[in-house]
């Protein structure tokens, strides 16, 4: 039970500790939040990243978008996110890397607008209500 307890403390000090060296330093490299500037890798790519992944959720949560469609567009974003990390692993990204990400971002958006506006609904039962006999 001691032991239990020496974990758990020390994994919540851990936990406070890297909160607050978070706090003091900003996002860093990762996928912060941030405006078009050199820290958004020079084009808003980091900011866009945010706003698709919002719109899946809230299609998610309002019902237009299905599981099974948020699924394919969290994906589809993974890939993207992936595919900038190789772009990035040499230091920074080149005008012609962020034109292909931002070309990979504007098929999502297109994407994710068509997903939520198809007649596909989390709990539409054909207009009638759905009952569990």
């Known amino acids: 039970m001691k032991k239990m307890i020496c974990v758990t403390l020390c994994a919540a000090l851990l936990a406070g500790t890297a909160v607050v060296s978070y706090a003091q330093r900003g996002p860093g ?36 978008l299905t599981r099974h469609e948020a699924r394919r567009l969290n994906g589809e974003l993974d890939r993207i996110m992936f595919r900038i990390d190789r772009m990035r692993s040499d230091g920074d990204l080149s005008p012609r890397e962020r034109d292909m990400i931002n070309r990979d971002l504007d098929r999502l958006n297109r994407q994710i607008f068509r997903e939520k506006r198809d007649d596909n609904r989390r709990g539409d039962y054909g207009g009638r209500p759905y009952r569990n006999y």
């Not at 490299?29 to 706003?51: A, K, L, N, V």
Request: charged share 30%.
């Open 29 to 64: 490299p990762g996928y912060g939040y941030g405006g078009p500037s050199r820290g958004d890798w020079r084009g808003g790519i980091r900011s866009r990243i945010h706003d698709a992944k919002r719109r899946i959720d809230q299609g998610l949560r309002n019902g237009t």
